[in-house]
Protein backbone atom coordinates (compact mmCIF):
# COMPACT_ATOMS: atom_id res chain seq x y z
CA UNK A 1 0.00 0.00 0.00
CA UNK A 2 1.70 3.23 -1.37
CA UNK A 3 1.72 6.08 1.47
CA UNK A 4 3.65 8.59 0.38
CA UNK A 5 5.68 9.32 -2.91
CA UNK A 6 7.83 12.66 -3.73
CA UNK A 7 10.29 14.08 -6.31
CA UNK A 8 12.54 16.80 -5.80
CA UNK A 9 16.31 18.31 -6.26
CA UNK A 10 18.35 18.39 -3.53
CA UNK A 11 18.17 17.52 0.67
CA UNK A 12 14.66 16.41 2.10
CA UNK A 13 13.48 15.36 4.99
CA UNK A 14 9.88 14.18 5.62
CA UNK A 15 8.10 12.90 8.26
CA UNK A 16 5.36 10.73 7.64
CA UNK A 17 1.67 10.61 9.14
CA UNK A 18 1.52 6.65 9.28
CA UNK A 19 4.82 4.19 9.82
CA UNK A 20 5.88 2.67 6.41
CA UNK A 21 8.31 -0.47 5.53
CA UNK A 22 9.47 -0.51 2.27
CA UNK A 23 11.26 2.14 0.09
CA UNK A 24 11.79 2.92 -3.83
CA UNK A 25 13.85 5.59 -4.70
CA UNK A 26 15.49 6.40 -7.95
CA UNK A 27 18.30 8.89 -8.26
CA UNK A 28 17.77 11.01 -11.77
CA UNK A 29 20.97 13.24 -10.58
CA UNK A 30 24.55 12.07 -11.80
CA UNK A 31 25.96 12.05 -8.25
CA UNK A 32 25.90 9.16 -5.71
CA UNK A 33 22.84 10.78 -2.78
CA UNK A 34 22.26 9.30 0.30
CA UNK A 35 19.33 8.28 1.85
CA UNK A 36 18.19 7.66 5.57
CA UNK A 37 15.75 5.57 7.04
CA UNK A 38 15.34 3.76 10.06
CA UNK A 39 18.71 4.76 11.66
CA UNK A 40 20.52 3.05 8.46
CA UNK A 41 22.69 5.04 5.43
CA UNK A 42 22.02 4.15 2.02
CA UNK A 43 23.95 5.26 -0.85
CA UNK A 44 22.72 5.37 -4.20
CA UNK A 45 24.57 5.97 -7.29
CA UNK A 46 23.80 8.22 -10.08
CA UNK A 47 21.11 7.34 -12.59
CA UNK A 48 20.85 4.28 -10.07
CA UNK A 49 17.81 2.76 -8.08
CA UNK A 50 17.36 1.55 -4.49
CA UNK A 51 14.54 -0.14 -3.67
CA UNK A 52 14.29 -2.51 0.18
CA UNK A 53 12.21 -3.49 3.22
CA UNK A 54 12.71 -1.52 6.27
CA UNK A 55 11.26 -2.08 10.36
CA UNK A 56 8.37 -0.27 10.61
CA UNK A 57 9.59 3.69 10.20
CA UNK A 58 8.19 6.91 9.69
CA UNK A 59 11.22 9.61 8.88
CA UNK A 60 12.92 9.66 5.87
CA UNK A 61 16.18 11.84 4.90
CA UNK A 62 17.63 12.75 1.69
CA UNK A 63 21.65 14.39 1.13
CA UNK A 64 21.74 15.17 -2.63
CA UNK A 65 22.18 17.43 -4.93
CA UNK A 66 20.42 16.33 -8.02
CA UNK A 67 16.93 15.12 -8.81
CA UNK A 68 15.56 11.89 -7.13
CA UNK A 69 12.13 10.34 -6.63
CA UNK A 70 10.40 8.13 -4.15
CA UNK A 71 7.85 6.30 -3.23
CA UNK A 72 7.03 4.85 0.15
CA UNK A 73 5.44 1.66 1.27
CA UNK A 74 3.49 0.20 3.85
CA UNK A 75 2.82 -3.71 4.64
CA UNK A 76 -1.10 -4.90 5.72
CA UNK A 77 0.96 -8.13 6.81
CA UNK A 78 4.05 -6.77 8.55
CA UNK A 79 4.41 -8.42 12.26
CA UNK A 80 7.83 -7.29 13.43
CA UNK A 81 11.42 -8.97 13.83
CA UNK A 82 10.03 -12.50 14.28
CA UNK A 83 13.07 -13.46 15.25
CA UNK A 84 12.99 -11.29 18.58
CA UNK A 85 11.15 -12.88 21.83
CA UNK A 86 7.80 -12.29 22.34
CA UNK A 87 6.66 -9.77 24.73
CA UNK A 88 4.11 -12.13 26.18
CA UNK A 89 6.61 -14.53 26.74
CA UNK A 90 9.25 -12.42 28.49
CA UNK A 91 6.27 -11.52 30.60
CA UNK A 92 5.60 -15.38 31.70
CA UNK A 93 9.39 -15.79 32.80
CA UNK A 94 9.18 -12.81 34.66
CA UNK A 95 5.96 -13.99 36.84
CA UNK A 96 7.89 -17.43 37.02
CA UNK A 97 10.81 -15.66 38.58
CA UNK A 98 8.77 -13.46 41.45
CA UNK A 99 6.85 -16.78 41.71
CA UNK A 100 3.44 -15.06 40.17
CA UNK A 101 2.37 -17.74 37.33
CA UNK A 102 -1.43 -16.73 38.02
CA UNK A 103 -0.90 -12.76 37.89
CA UNK A 104 -2.30 -12.59 41.70
CA UNK A 105 0.28 -10.70 43.07
CA UNK A 106 1.38 -7.84 39.77
CA UNK A 107 -1.36 -6.76 36.63
CA UNK A 108 0.25 -7.47 33.55
CA UNK A 109 0.47 -2.89 33.14
CA UNK A 110 2.18 -3.25 36.62
CA UNK A 111 4.99 -5.80 35.27
CA UNK A 112 5.13 -3.98 31.81
CA UNK A 113 6.28 -1.00 33.57
CA UNK A 114 9.21 -2.63 35.52
CA UNK A 115 10.03 -3.89 32.16
CA UNK A 116 10.20 -0.24 30.40
CA UNK A 117 12.57 0.63 33.63
CA UNK A 118 14.58 -2.16 32.76
CA UNK A 119 14.60 -1.36 29.38
CA UNK A 120 15.69 2.64 30.14
CA UNK A 121 18.19 0.72 32.54
CA UNK A 122 19.60 -1.90 29.94
CA UNK A 123 19.78 0.72 27.25
CA UNK A 124 22.21 3.28 29.80
CA UNK A 125 24.52 -0.24 30.36
CA UNK A 126 25.04 -0.66 26.80
CA UNK A 127 25.46 2.93 25.92
CA UNK A 128 27.93 3.39 28.40
CA UNK A 129 29.32 -0.13 27.27
CA UNK A 130 29.78 1.78 23.51
CA UNK A 131 27.65 -0.96 22.53
CA UNK A 132 27.51 -0.44 18.40
CA UNK A 133 23.76 -2.30 18.48
CA UNK A 134 22.51 0.84 20.21
CA UNK A 135 23.96 3.65 17.45
CA UNK A 136 21.81 5.18 15.15
CA UNK A 137 22.53 7.20 11.81
CA UNK A 138 20.93 9.86 10.48
CA UNK A 139 20.76 12.60 8.43
CA UNK A 140 21.12 16.08 10.37
CA UNK A 141 19.58 19.62 8.88
CA UNK A 142 19.61 22.93 10.87
CA UNK A 143 16.86 22.86 13.11
CA UNK A 144 15.90 19.27 12.69
CA UNK A 145 14.06 18.08 15.93
CA UNK A 146 16.19 16.23 18.03
CA UNK A 147 15.20 12.36 18.23
CA UNK A 148 12.71 11.67 20.73
CA UNK A 149 15.28 8.41 21.97
CA UNK A 150 18.73 10.80 21.54
CA UNK A 151 20.92 10.06 24.44
CA UNK A 152 24.21 10.98 23.00
CA UNK A 153 26.13 11.53 20.20
CA UNK A 154 28.70 9.08 19.09
CA UNK A 155 31.86 11.48 18.39
CA UNK A 156 32.11 14.96 18.16
CA UNK A 157 30.09 16.57 15.65
CA UNK A 158 29.60 20.64 15.06
CA UNK A 159 26.62 21.12 16.31
CA UNK A 160 24.71 22.02 20.01
CA UNK A 161 21.29 21.63 21.13
CA UNK A 162 19.29 24.47 20.89
CA UNK A 163 15.80 23.81 23.35
CA UNK A 164 14.39 20.46 21.46
CA UNK A 165 16.68 20.99 17.85
CA UNK A 166 19.66 20.62 16.58
CA UNK A 167 21.94 23.72 15.69
CA UNK A 168 24.73 23.01 12.60
CA UNK A 169 27.96 25.59 13.57
CA UNK A 170 29.58 25.46 10.36
CA UNK A 171 28.37 25.53 6.59
CA UNK A 172 27.25 22.73 6.12
CA UNK A 173 23.90 21.98 4.49
CA UNK A 174 23.48 18.98 5.62
CA UNK A 175 25.58 15.85 7.09
CA UNK A 176 25.53 11.99 8.67
CA UNK A 177 25.07 11.77 12.30
CA UNK A 178 25.68 9.04 14.45
CA UNK A 179 24.09 8.83 18.15
CA UNK A 180 23.62 6.44 20.87
CA UNK A 181 20.01 5.58 20.92
CA UNK A 182 17.35 4.62 23.91
CA UNK A 183 15.17 1.36 22.70
CA UNK A 184 11.79 1.63 22.86
CA UNK A 185 9.25 1.36 25.95
CA UNK A 186 6.35 -1.27 25.10
CA UNK A 187 2.60 -0.60 26.27
CA UNK A 188 -0.13 -3.56 27.72
CA UNK A 189 -1.91 -3.72 23.80
CA UNK A 190 2.24 -4.65 22.34
CA UNK A 191 2.57 -7.57 25.23
CA UNK A 192 1.26 -10.35 22.62
CA UNK A 193 2.98 -8.77 19.80
CA UNK A 194 6.49 -8.96 17.59
CA UNK A 195 8.10 -5.44 17.97
CA UNK A 196 9.64 -3.63 15.22
CA UNK A 197 13.68 -4.64 15.45
CA UNK A 198 15.18 -1.98 17.00
CA UNK A 199 12.60 -1.75 19.65
CA UNK A 200 14.20 -5.06 21.06
CA UNK A 201 17.54 -6.32 22.45
CA UNK A 202 19.38 -9.12 20.98
CA UNK A 203 18.13 -12.51 22.52
CA UNK A 204 21.56 -12.57 24.23
CA UNK A 205 20.09 -9.85 26.71
CA UNK A 206 16.50 -11.24 27.45
CA UNK A 207 18.04 -13.00 30.67
CA UNK A 208 19.25 -9.94 31.90
CA UNK A 209 16.11 -7.70 31.03
CA UNK A 210 14.03 -10.67 32.72
CA UNK A 211 16.26 -10.19 36.08
CA UNK A 212 16.52 -6.79 35.80
CA UNK A 213 12.25 -6.30 35.91
CA UNK A 214 12.07 -9.26 38.53
CA UNK A 215 14.36 -7.11 40.98
CA UNK A 216 12.10 -4.08 39.99
CA UNK A 217 8.85 -5.68 40.89
CA UNK A 218 10.18 -7.52 44.36
CA UNK A 219 12.10 -4.20 45.43
CA UNK A 220 8.13 -2.56 45.55
CA UNK A 221 7.22 -4.96 48.09
CA UNK A 222 10.62 -4.59 49.83
CA UNK A 223 11.44 -8.37 49.28
CA UNK A 224 15.16 -9.07 49.82
CA UNK A 225 16.55 -8.60 46.54
CA UNK A 226 20.68 -9.10 47.59
CA UNK A 227 20.90 -12.39 45.71
CA UNK A 228 18.84 -11.82 42.69
CA UNK A 229 21.23 -8.38 42.40
CA UNK A 230 24.69 -10.85 42.91
CA UNK A 231 22.93 -13.43 40.19
CA UNK A 232 22.46 -10.22 37.69
CA UNK A 233 25.93 -8.56 38.15
CA UNK A 234 27.26 -12.20 36.86
CA UNK A 235 24.90 -12.10 34.13
CA UNK A 236 26.08 -9.46 32.83
CA UNK A 237 30.08 -9.74 32.98
CA UNK A 238 28.84 -13.41 31.28
CA UNK A 239 27.47 -10.94 27.62
CA UNK A 240 30.54 -9.07 28.72
CA UNK A 241 28.26 -6.17 30.10
CA UNK A 242 30.14 -4.46 33.09
CA UNK A 243 27.86 -2.33 35.10
CA UNK A 244 25.63 -1.56 37.88
CA UNK A 245 23.08 -4.06 38.84
Known amino acids: ?41 IKVLGLEQFEGNFSPFNLISIIATGPWRYVIEASETFIGDTTATPNGEIIKRIRALISDKDGIEFETSDLVGFLNNAIDWLSLQLIQNGDKEMMKEII ?48 VNEVDVYLPTYSVFKPIYDGVLIQKTAIIALNRDEYDITQDEALLAQSLQAIGVIGSA
Open 1 to 41: MIISSNSGTGNHTKALQQYATRVNIINDGATELTVSVNGQI
Open 140 to 187: ITDGMNIPNDFIKACGLYPIKRNGNTFRILDDSEAFEFQYFANRSHIT
